[in-house]
Nanobody, 116 residues
Framework: QVQLVESGGGLVQPGGSLRLSCAASGSIFALNVMGWYRQAPGKQRELVATMLSDGSTTNYADSVKGRFTISRDSAKRTVYLQMNSLGPEDTAVYYC?????????WGQGTQVTVSS
């Protein structure tokens, strides 16, 4: 009932920045917690950042705190992940997640590669 589409990934040099977007569509009426996760090759999916759907109560993984910022544009029904000071350890597929009435929805993922 809810579709999430990520965009903004790509190849970036170490120290560079990217801004990921996650556009939500479908039967949206009571979105709650939203967030970004990532999965690197050979590793399990891990939480990157979460927030309530109104943009409040943010939470970040220790590895990205101070470098990444999660935000939301309510009018566009889009959540963002601003990523600064990127390093090779940030290379992963990044997934957007939203929850509505206890049901979790996931995007298809967008690849972020940090390499010289």
């Amino acid at each position: 009932q809810v579709q999430l589409v990520e965009s903004g990934g790509g190849l970036v040099q170490p120290g560079g920045s990217l801004r990921l977007s996650c556009a939500a569509s479908g039967s949206i009426f009571a979105l709650n917690v939203m967030g970004w996760y990532r999965q690197a090759p050979g590793k399990q999916r891990e939480l990157v950042a979460t927030m309530l759907s109104d943009g409040s109560t943010t939470n970040y993984a220790d590895s990205v705190k101070g470098r990444f910022t999660i935000s939301r544009d309510s009018a566009k029904r889009t959540v963002y992940l601003q990523m600064n000071s990127l390093g090779p350890e940030d290379t992963a597929v990044y997934y957007c997640r939203a929850r509505q009435l206890g049901v979790e929805y996931w995007g298809q993922g967008t690849q972020v590669t940090v390499s010289s």
